[in-house]
């Protein structure tokens, strides 16, 4: 289950008001800007070069320069209200001094405020991955109108798979963002090691345990999902995950690459009444929503805003009627 999807807002975009010329911006870089927005505003000094012709100079805040100037983060002096922000999200705000503020709730935020302007205000475009997927319009006159617009996005995840180090640049200039997590993962909370001192960890197939005798064999099977150690485990994995990542909203949970789930008793038990799968398969549905929806109660005790993220795969491709996951879970 998502959150309630805020859409943009838009306060009084496009005043009619010309703020500056962007030819004569100097772009300038707050000090406490994170490294995405650091690389957004080097990029944005570029684009204004390639747009106009005239290379926009990069300054820190810190020194005091003349003329038209758009600020890559907020100083904490703008009276933006970011409560209404969300993580992702960024404003486009005209100072009384005329110069352009960009600044979202986080560092992402205010990377993505930058590929916004460029592309809603600017008219660039980053169709395709590399450089000839890139449409820069010409115009040394281009003026930037007075802003004052807080843009929240319409999807809170917004995710492509993409393996090659320009696809994820391209991902980043389309204000793409991973923030649910789904990935194999249990494979990470129940290892190799557990074997020789925890065999009840592991998946009953046909009455006998498999214990992995190497790392690749964890992968072929689920843990077992009903023994309250093994839910203990990925709570305090969970746990720690955020500890360790605060700014993150989701832990991956997701089950391992393999159609082998545990029939112990007690897993036979929580799985009665899951039926097939579309495609016929055994179902293990209800094993784990049991699974999931107990780790999620436990970590929703401490972090009751984060989320858990679990894959609807293969033999758990489904919901049976009259299960349901917990609402924390992705």
Same mark, same amino acid.
């Given at each position: 289950?998502?959150?309630?999807?805020?859409?943009?807002?838009?306060?009084?975009?496009?005043?009619?008001?010309?703020?500056?010329?962007?030819?004569?911006?100097?772009?300038?870089?707050?000090?406490?800007?994170?490294?995405?927005?650091?690389?957004?505003?080097?990029? +944005?000094?570029?684009?204004? %070069?390639? *747009? &106009?012709?005239?290379? @926009?100079?990069?300054?820190? #805040?810190?020194?005091?320069?003349?003329?038209?100037?758009?600020?890559?983060?907020?100083?904490?002096?703008?009276?933006?209200?970011?409560?209404?922000?969300?993580?992702?999200?960024?404003?486009?705000?005209?100072?009384?001094?005329?110069?352009?503020?960009?600044?979202?709730?986080?560092?992402?935020?205010?990377?993505?405020?930058?590929?916004?302007?460029?592309?809603?205000?600017?008219?660039?475009?980053?169709?395709?991955?590399?450089?000839?997927?890139?449409?820069?319009?010409?115009?040394?006159?281009?003026?930037?109108?007075?802003?004052?617009?807080?843009?929240?996005?319409?999807?809170?995840?917004?995710?492509?798979?993409?393996?090659?180090?320009?696809?994820?640049?391209?991902?980043?200039?389309?204000?793409?963002?991973?923030?649910?997590?789904? +990935?194999?993962?249990?494979? %990470?909370? *129940? &290892?190799?090691?557990? @074997?020789?001192?925890?065999? #009840?960890?592991?998946?009953?197939?046909?009455?006998?345990?498999?214990?992995?005798?190497?790392?690749?064999?964890?992968?072929?099977?689920?843990?077992?999902?009903?023994?309250?150690?093994?839910?203990?485990?990925?709570?305090?994995?969970?746990?720690?995950?955020?500890?360790?990542?605060?700014?993150?909203?989701?832990?991956?949970?997701?089950?391992?690459?393999?159609?082998?789930?545990?029939?112990?008793?007690?897993?036979?038990?929580?799985?009665?009444?899951?039926?097939?799968?579309?495609?016929?398969?055994?179902?293990?549905?209800?094993?784990?929503?049991?699974?999931?929806?107990?780790?999620?109660?436990?970590?929703?005790?401490?972090?009751?805003?984060?989320?858990?993220?679990?894959?609807?795969?293969?033999?758990?491709?489904?919901?049976?009627?009259?299960?349901?996951?917990?609402?924390? *879970?992705?």
């Amino acid at each position: 289950m998502m959150h309630k999807i805020l859409p943009v807002i838009c306060l009084f975009c496009g005043l009619g008001l010309q703020a500056g010329l962007l030819r004569e911006a100097t772009v300038v870089l707050a000090g406490d800007a994170g490294p995405k927005a650091r690389f957004a505003a080097r990029e +944005l000094a570029y684009y204004i %070069g390639e *747009i &106009t012709g005239k290379t @926009a100079t990069l300054v820190t #805040e810190e020194e005091n320069v003349p003329g038209f100037k758009i600020q890559v983060g907020d100083t904490g002096d703008s009276g933006l209200d970011m409560s209404q922000c969300q993580y992702d999200g960024y404003w486009l705000k005209t100072g009384t001094d005329g110069n352009l503020l960009i600044a979202g709730r986080s560092d992402t935020g205010t990377a993505f405020g930058v590929y916004g302007f460029l592309q809603d205000v600017c008219g660039l475009r980053f169709y395709l991955p590399e450089r000839a997927g890139t449409y820069v319009p010409r115009n040394a006159d281009l003026m930037v109108a007075e802003q004052a617009s807080l843009h929240n996005p319409f999807f809170r995840s917004r995710y492509l798979y993409a393996p090659m180090p320009y696809d994820n640049d391209w991902f980043l200039h389309n204000r793409g963002i991973e923030r649910y997590k789904n +990935l194999h993962a249990l494979y %990470g909370i *129940i &290892t190799q090691a557990h @074997a020789k001192t925890h065999p #009840e960890y592991f998946a009953m197939v046909d009455g006998k345990r498999l214990l992995p005798e190497n790392g690749r064999e964890v992968w072929r099977q689920q843990p077992c999902m009903t023994n309250p150690e093994v839910i203990a485990l990925t709570v305090q994995y969970a746990l720690k995950y955020f500890r360790e990542h605060p700014d993150e909203e989701c832990v991956s949970l997701g089950i391992n690459d393999s159609t082998k789930f545990c029939e112990c008793p007690e897993c036979v038990k929580a799985n009665e009444g899951s039926g097939n799968t579309a495609i016929g398969d055994k179902s293990y549905a209800k094993l784990a929503i049991h699974f999931y929806n107990r780790v999620a109660e436990e970590v929703c005790k401490v972090y009751p805003d984060k989320f858990i993220g679990v894959l609807a795969y293969v033999n758990i491709n489904h919901i049976p009627e009259g299960s349901q996951y917990h609402p924390n *879970i992705i």
